[in-house]
């Protein structure tokens, strides 16, 4: 029987991990659907195991998709850099989101406190995605010549998103961040297969 090679091994860490991280997405918890801000905290405080729990996975994830991007090969050293910077950025998010908030949503009188760290949780968010949307961008410009089709997903992937991000008022939400990684785990999914090829 044949031991599959590293480069095999990140193949099926980066399809396996971008698929948790779409599965996570869509059970990400969802606080004040009922229109009444007051409500905010006591429904953050509710689902916090089940916010814990979706952010934990998805920080795991990130960590294990930059660690398995390494073996991608045309390397792209400023792709792995942004990568890395993306995966740091939306972490400190996720942080945030996950474990701070639900912990501040049980302090009395907490909602301002909350607001705050909702747009902070959005700027390292976008930030995040951005640098991601700039990893495969490198990755893009390194395989022109050798993967041309490739590069070409690489600069959908990240394009779409990118300009959706910066010339638009758009609010991340589960909804929009599914939406978003799901055309970008098009491009994890086709570096899992030109890992595979080679």
């Known amino acids: 029987m044949q031991v599959p090679n590293h480069q095999h091994i990140a193949a099926y860490t980066i399809a396996a991990t971008a698929l948790i991280v779409l599965v996570a997405l869509f059970h990400h918890p969802v606080a004040g659907t009922q229109g009444d801000a007051a409500l ?30 390494r073996s991608l090969q045309p390397a792209s050293a400023t792709g792995l850099a942004a990568h890395a910077l ?51 961008l490198g990755w893009a410009y390194a395989s022109r010549r050798s993967a041309a089709w490739f590069a070409c997903v690489g600069m959908l992937a990240s394009s779409l998103p990118a300009a959706a991000l910066l010339f638009s008022d758009l609010r991340l939400t589960p909804h929009s961040l599914m939406a978003i990684f799901t055309i970008q785990a ?13």
Do not use: E
């Open 86 to 136: 993306g995966s740091v950025l939306l972490g400190v998010a996720m942080l945030f989101d996950g474990f701070i908030v639900p912990n501040v949503a049980g302090i009395p009188d907490s909602l301002p406190m909350l607001q705050a760290m909702g747009l902070a949780i959005q700027v390292f968010s976008k930030a995040g995605l951005l640098a991601h949307c700039a990893a495969m």
């Open 40 to 69: 905010l905290p006591a429904q953050i405080a509710q689902l916090a195991h089940k916010d814990r729990l979706v952010h934990g996975v998805l920080i795991v994830m990130l960590a294990m998709l930059t660690r398995a991007l």
């Open 186 to 198: 098009v491009w994890y999914l086709s570096a899992a297969w030109l890992l595979l090829r080679r």
